[in-house]
């Protein structure tokens, strides 16, 4: 009797505490508000991810410029994109997993009363550089997009934006993040996985802000050459100075944070031999004695050898990807030090108002780039000294030289290789032809190189109208569409 009598006394304490019975199912140690800190941190890995997966599901960059290229399945370098949901993939991960948890990050912070108002600065900084960054990456892959209206639970059908317009107003927020940067104060400290690890990290963020409108001026430069100039020269002077700037996401030896390429291609973890070198790539690096060979390529009976790209290839017969780049703890860069030199490069070759000479950022570029890889001074200078590398001699045309060392030097960097071959038009790369086929293989006629993703397969479905009217504005929802700023 007197159980019993205790179980009713506890009953009725519990049941006055209680404004409904509703309450009795809140989980005490489920979090009902995500920290902004943890949502910065997930959408700086969910964007270093879905730019550095070698995932056929979701970016076949590499094989679009013809870095690597497969040994069995083939839709991908034959630039077939209906075979999977791959632009659906690339789409939602950038959409879903990033924008969406900047915007909630952002929500938070300035929610936050108790936060000092120069960290809160840092932070809505922080987030507005990251979005500017993920929003330009889905105006350079597809041209117009849902944006004004887009990441709104209560409108599931959002307009599509024009591309120009997008990226205007993405340099406009960009400024604004830079301005909002408080150097004194700190920002999401160790939640923030680029720069944290830095002295002074709010200093790393300002220059990796600019380095990114370097980059964002300069895919303008062709189509709006005067806004473009204006952009960059307000950037340059305070843009990466060495490789210890690089924007860099640091993998673990621990899955699930391991470096992608590790689970799709490290022996450890995987079994499958789907990815070699291509033959494009590693015949010009053959041709210039390259000193990068051994950090990106293993060799086949000490040579380095590509495969056929866009065709069917056996693996050991073969260069694949270098242990290095398989490594569980290989690190993904958003930015890099020879990225920006090259930029700086190109301004100055263009006639903008920059720092240094043309030739100047050029060798830096190429020299930081061989070292990274783990190559020597001394290499870079004996490479440079090349008549068919060197900036006044390799090419009477300042896209081709800086092109072709651009694209070698963003090896492993697909999407930003793909985004600066369609920009810079080198090198000069062909699709699988009959003319390029082993014996014995055949390739379906025809075949063009992508310049953009086609929109999702779902997006016909959910967003009809908006998306067959974005398809019309930006003259066909093609792969061979060019986007605003491709004018060449």
Same mark, same amino acid.
């Not at 599509?160 to 993040?177: N, S």
């Not at 990114?212 to 806004?227: E, T, V």
């Not at 950090?295 to 290095?324: E, H, L």
């Not at 003319?435 to 310049?451: D, E, F, K, N």
């Given at each position: 009797?007197?159980?019993?009598?205790?179980?009713?006394?506890?009953?009725?304490?519990?049941?006055?505490?209680?404004?409904?019975?509703?309450?009795?199912?809140?989980?005490?140690?489920?979090?009902?508000?995500?920290? #902004?800190?943890?949502?910065?941190?997930?959408?700086?890995?969910?964007?270093?991810?879905?730019?550095?997966?070698?995932?056929?599901?979701?970016?076949?960059?590499?094989?679009?410029?013809?870095?690597?290229?497969?040994?069995?399945?083939?839709?991908?370098?034959?630039?077939?994109?209906?075979?999977?949901?791959?632009?659906?993939? &690339?789409?939602?991960?950038?959409?879903?997993?990033?924008?969406?948890?900047?915007?909630?990050?952002?929500?938070?912070?300035?929610?936050?009363?108790?936060? *000092? #108002?120069?960290?809160?600065?840092?932070?809505?900084?922080?987030?507005?550089?990251?979005?500017?960054?993920?929003?330009?990456? +889905?105006? *350079?892959?597809?041209?117009?997009?849902?944006?004004?209206?887009?990441?709104?639970?209560?409108?599931?059908?959002?307009?599509?934006?024009?591309?120009?317009?997008?990226?205007?107003?993405?340099?406009?927020?960009?400024?604004?993040?830079?301005?909002?940067?408080?150097?004194?104060?700190?920002?999401?400290?160790?939640?923030?996985?680029?720069?944290?690890?830095?002295?002074? %990290?709010?200093?790393?963020?300002?220059? &990796?802000?600019?380095?990114?409108?370097?980059? +964002?001026?300069?895919?303008?430069?062709?189509?709006?050459?005067?806004?473009?100039?204006?952009?960059?020269?307000?950037?340059?002077?305070?843009?990466?100075?060495?490789?210890?700037?690089?924007?860099?996401?640091?993998?673990?030896?621990?899955?699930? *944070? *391991?470096?992608?390429?590790?689970?799709?291609?490290?022996?450890?973890?995987?079994?499958?031999?789907?990815?070699?070198?291509?033959?494009?790539?590693?015949?010009?690096?053959?041709?210039?004695?390259? %000193?990068?060979?051994?950090? &990106?390529?293993?060799?086949?009976?000490?040579?380095?050898?590509?495969?056929?790209?866009? &065709?069917?290839? !056996?693996? !050991?017969?073969?260069?694949?990807?270098? #242990?290095?780049?398989?490594?569980?703890?290989?690190?993904?860069?958003?930015?890099?030090?020879?990225?920006?030199?090259?930029? +700086?490069?190109?301004?100055?070759?263009?006639?903008?108002?920059?720092?240094?000479?043309?030739?100047?950022?050029?060798?830096?570029?190429?020299?930081?780039?061989?070292?990274?890889?783990?190559?020597?001074?001394?290499?870079?200078?004996?490479?440079?000294?090349?008549?068919?590398?060197?900036?006044?001699?390799?090419?009477?045309?300042?896209?081709?030289?800086?092109?072709?060392?651009?694209?070698?030097?963003?090896?492993?960097?697909?999407?930003?290789?793909?985004?600066?071959?369609?920009?810079?038009?080198?090198?000069?790369? +062909?699709?699988?032809?009959?003319?390029?086929?082993?014996?014995?293989?055949?390739?379906?006629?025809?075949?063009?190189?992508?310049?953009?993703?086609?929109?999702?397969?779902?997006?016909?479905?959910?967003?009809?109208?908006?998306?067959?009217?974005?398809?019309?504005?930006?003259?066909?929802?093609?792969?061979?569409?060019?986007?605003?700023?491709?004018?060449?």
């Amino acid at each position: 009797m007197r159980k019993i009598y205790s179980v009713l006394v506890a009953a009725v304490l519990l049941s006055s505490c209680a404004k409904n019975l509703d309450e009795y199912n809140i989980d005490q140690k489920k979090a009902t508000v995500v920290p #902004a800190a943890t949502l910065f941190t997930a959408a700086q890995k969910s964007f270093a991810d879905v730019l550095t997966s070698p995932s056929v599901n979701t970016n076949v960059f590499r094989f679009y410029v013809q870095q690597w290229t497969t040994t069995e399945y083939l839709d991908e370098p034959r630039y077939n994109l209906t075979a999977r949901t791959l632009p659906q993939a &690339f789409w939602s991960a950038i959409y879903k997993d990033v924008l969406s948890d900047l915007q909630e990050a952002k929500k938070v912070a300035n929610a936050d009363p108790l936060l *000092n #108002a120069d960290v809160k600065a840092n932070q809505l900084a922080q987030i507005g550089v990251m979005e500017v960054l993920a929003w330009s990456t +889905l105006v *350079n892959t597809f041209g117009n997009i849902p944006y004004s209206e887009s990441l709104n639970i209560a409108n599931v059908q959002p307009k599509y934006d024009d591309a120009a317009t997008i990226y205007a107003d993405l340099l406009v927020r960009l400024d604004a993040a830079l301005a909002g940067f408080k150097p004194a104060a700190a920002g999401f400290g160790t939640a923030d996985l680029l720069y944290s690890a830095k002295a002074a %990290p709010i200093a790393s963020w300002i220059k &990796f802000g600019n380095a990114l409108k370097l980059r +964002l001026g300069l895919i303008i430069a062709d189509k709006d050459p005067a806004k473009a100039k204006t952009v960059i020269e307000a950037a340059a002077t305070n843009v990466f100075a060495d490789a210890t700037d690089n924007a860099r996401f640091p993998y673990t030896l621990s899955t699930p *944070n *391991n470096n992608p390429i590790s689970t799709n291609a490290n022996k450890a973890l995987t079994t499958r031999t789907d990815y070699i070198a291509a033959q494009a790539l590693v015949d010009k690096m053959n041709a210039l004695a390259d %000193p990068r060979r051994p950090g &990106f390529f293993t060799t086949v009976g000490g040579a380095y050898i590509g495969g056929f790209y866009g &065709f069917t290839n !056996s693996y !050991s017969n073969f260069s694949t990807m270098s #242990a290095k780049i398989s490594a569980y703890d290989f690190e993904a860069l958003l930015m890099d030090y020879p990225e920006t030199e090259f930029g +700086l490069a190109e301004a100055g070759r263009r006639g903008f108002t920059v720092p240094g000479t043309p030739e100047q950022h050029y060798n830096n570029a190429v020299t930081a780039s061989i070292v990274y890889w783990g190559g020597t001074a001394a290499q870079a200078a004996v490479y440079l000294a090349r008549p068919d590398v060197a900036f006044t001699t390799a090419s009477a045309n300042y896209k081709e030289s800086i092109g072709i060392q651009k694209w070698i030097a963003l090896y492993n960097r697909g999407y930003e290789s793909w985004t600066e071959w369609r920009r810079l038009d080198f090198p000069k790369l +062909l699709p699988p032809t009959a003319a390029t086929a082993p014996p014995g293989q055949s390739v379906p006629a025809g075949l063009s190189i992508p310049v953009r993703l086609i929109y999702p397969i779902n997006e016909q479905t959910l967003n009809g109208s908006k998306r067959a009217e974005a398809a019309a504005a930006i003259g066909g929802d093609l792969v061979t569409t060019k986007l605003f700023w491709d004018v060449n």
